[in-house]
C-alpha cells in the first residue's frame, strides 16, 4: 500500500530510485515540467523550473544539476564575487507537485562547489556527515522524526465553540479546520511523507474576527536525513494548501501571550541490523541512557540549531507545556528529554478489549523513542538534526555517561512549588538568542569534532544569532509589551 504515485509506478522504493527510473516515469506519465527545490539560508524551500522541450534535455538536468547564485541564497557567508553553486537533483525526493496544473515532478537537490564537491557550509550535507560519521563510529544508524505544529488561522464562526486551550484532539465540527489538515496530510503522503498520525492541538483561541486553532502532524521515524526532507517538504504543503483554502498558517514558535506555543518536537532512535537499540529486556537500555546524556550534554548549545530567532525563547517559559530545565524523564512533559510510552510490556491489549483476536505475543520495541522537547520551527531542521546525532554520539562516546544520565533524571514535574529546589539542581536552557549562541561557542569542539560541523558554519550560526541583540529581551518585553508582538510579527513566517 502506497499514496506515493512515483512508488506505485515504479514499484520500487525512493531509496532505489535512479536516474533511467526518473526518466521512465516522465515519459510514461506525461510530464511536462521539472522542480528542483532546495533549503536556502532563511529556511524556506527554493525552486528552480524546467519546461521539457525534449529527452535530451531531460537527461541534460538530471545528469549535470543546474548552477544558482549563492551569494542571493546564502547571503551571510557567501559572497558576490565568488558566489556560483551547483544543484543537483537527489533522485530518491522525486515527489509529484500536488498544486501544479502544468504535470510537474519535483525533486530535492544539494548545493555543490565550482570544484564539483559538496558544499561544506550546507546543512543538508552537514546532516549526512553526521549520520555517517555517527555509523562509522558506532556500527548503528540514527533515525529521527518530527511532531509539527502549527496554527491555523481563519474566520471566526461561532458555532460549536472549544473552550480556550482545550482544543487538543478535538474533532469536527468543534475543531474548524479537520478537512484542512486531511488534505495537507494527504498531499504530504503522496510527496513521500511517512505520516504517524494528525490531530488538533491543545492551542485554540479567538481574537477579533478571527479563529487560531493549533494543528499537529506526527512523521514516523526514519533515516534522520529522509525524515529532514520530510519536514520541509511538508511546511510548503501545509502553507500550499492553507493559501488555496484562504486561510494563514503559521508555525511561528509563540504567537501571543498565555497561549501554547508551536513546537518541533524530535524522537530519535537508534538501530542495529533492524533492531532497536533503545530497549533491552523491555527496559530503557543503558544505550539509550548514555545518548540522552550526550542531549543533556549538549542541551543549551543544541538551542542554536533548534531555536533560532527571539520568539523561541517567549515559549520557553515554565508551566507551558516547554521545557526550561536540563533534565530528563519517563512520561513527563515538564523535562527537556522525554521517554515516551515504547509498547515494550507483554500485554495484549487489543486482545483484551476485541474478545474475537487470539493473544498474540509479539515484539513492539522497535516503537520506542527518546523525544527532544525544545525545538520549535525556526529550527533549521537539518543543522538540529545534526546537532542531535553528534550529541548522542558524544554520550555514547563518553566513559562517564551513565552517571550523567542519573544526575539529570526527574520523576515529578519540576515547575510545581514543591519541587523548586529539584528544579534548581538543573542546569537551565538559555533564555535569549544571545545566550545560545555563547553555549554554542563553549561546546563547538563537539559539534567540530571528526569534521561533521565546519568552523565556518558555527561561526556562521553564532553571528546569526547574535544579529538580534536580544540579551536582555525577556527584561525589554517586560517594560513594553508592544516589542514582544513587533517580533512575533517580524519572525510570522519564520522557517
Known amino acids: 500500500m502506497t499514496l506515493n504515485p512515483i512508488v506505485a509506478f515504479l514499484q520500487k522504493q525512493p531509496k532505489d530510485f535512479t536516474k533511467e527510473d526518473i526518466i521512465r516515469y516522465v515519459e510514461e506519465n506525461e510530464i511536462k515540467m521539472i522542480d528542483f527545490r532546495y533549503i536556502a539560508g532563511d529556511g524556506r524551500l527554493k525552486v528552480l523550473s524546467f519546461i521539457l522541450s525534449d529527452k535530451a534535455y531531460l537527461e541534460q ?4 544539476g543546474e548552477r544558482v547564485d549563492g551569494s542571493s541564497l546564502f547571503p551571510d557567508f557567501m559572497h558576490a564575487g565568488s558566489s556560483d553553486l551547483y544543484v543537483i537533483p537527489r533522485f530518491s525526493t522525486a515527489f509529484i507537485n500536488p498544486f501544479s496544473e502544468i504535470p510537474t515532478l519535483s525533486l530535492l537537490c544539494s548545493f555543490f562547489n565550482k570544484d564539483g564537491e559538496p558544499m561544506e557550509n550546507s546543512p543538508e550535507y552537514i546532516l549526512r556527515k553526521a549520520t555517517e560519521v555517527f555509523t562509522e563510529k558506532t556500527g548503528m544508524r540514527y533515525q529521527t522524526m518530527g511532531e509539527l505544529e502549527f496554527y491555523v488561522i481563519g474566520e471566526k464562526d461561532e458555532v460549536f465553540p472549544t473552550p480556550d486551550q482545550r482544543g487538543y484532539h478535538e474533532a469536527a465540527p468543534f475543531s474548524k479546520f479537520e478537512q484542512f489538515r486531511r488534505e495537507c496530510m494527504y498531499d504530504i503522503a503522496q510527496a513521500g511523507g511517512m505520516i504517524k498520525y494528525g490531530h488538533s492541538e491543545v492551542g485554540n483561541f479567538t481574537e477579533g474576527n478571527k479563529v487560531y486553532e493549533q494543528n499537529e502532524i506526527e512523521f514516523l521515524v526514519t533515516d534522520a536525513c529522509d525524515a529532514a526532507d520530510q519536514l520541509v517538504i ?66 543549551t548549545s543544541l538551542t542554536a540549531f533548534g531555536n533560532m530567532n527571539p520568539t523561541s525563547y517567549f515559549r520557553l517559559v515554565p508551566h507551558q507545556e516547554a521545557p526550561t530545565s536540563v533534565c530528563w524523564g519517563d512520561r513527563n512533559r515538564s523535562v527537556l528529554v522525554r521517554v515516551p510510552l515504547g509498547w515494550t510490556g507483554n500485554t495484549d491489549m487489543v486482545a483484551k478489549v476485541n474478545p474475537n483476536e487470539v493473544y498474540t505475543p509479539a515484539d513492539h520495541s522497535d516503537k520506542q ?72 561557542e563553549a561546546h563547538r569542539t563537539i559539534f567540530e569534532q571528526y569534521g561533521v560541523f565546519g568552523k565556518q558554519i558555527i561561526d556562521d550560526v553564532i553571528r546569526r544569532l547574535k544579529k538580534f541583540n536580544d540579551k536582555n529581551i525577556r527584561e525589554e518585553i517586560a517594560k513594553d509589551s508592544n516589542k514582544m508582538m513587533q517580533l512575533v510579527e517580524e519572525h510570522f513566517h519564520c522557517g
Open 234 to 299: 511538508a511546511k510548503w504543503i501545509i502553507r500550499n494548501v492553507a493559501y488555496n483554502y484562504g486561510l494563514e498558517v503559521t508555525f511561528a514558535p509563540k504567537i501571543t501571550v498565555g497561549k501554547a506555543g508551536s513546537g518541533l518536537h524530535i524522537h530519535t532512535r537508534i538501530v542495529k541490523d533492524g533492531i532497536n537499540q533503545y530497549v533491552e529486556n523491555g527496559k530503557l537500555s543503558d544505550l539509550a541512557k548514555r545518548a540522552i546524556a550526550g542531549y543533556m550534554t549538549c542541551a
Open 369 to 440: 523513542t527518546v523525544e527532544f522537547r525544545c525545538p520549535d520551527c525556526s529550527a533549521d531542521v537539518y543543522l538540529l538534526m545534526a546537532g542531535l546525532c553528534v550529541a548522542a554520539r558524544y554520550g555514547i562516546e563518553q566513559a562517564n555517561s551513565l552517571e550523567i544520565a542519573a544526575k539529570t533524571y526527574s520523576d515529578v514535574n519540576i515547575h510545581l512549588a514543591e519541587n523548586k529546589a529539584k528544579m534548581e539542581s538543573f542546569d537551565q536552557l538559555p533564555t535569549s538568542c544571545w545566550e545560545s549562541a555563547e553555549e554554542l
Open 61 to 64: 538536468i538530471l545528469s549535470t
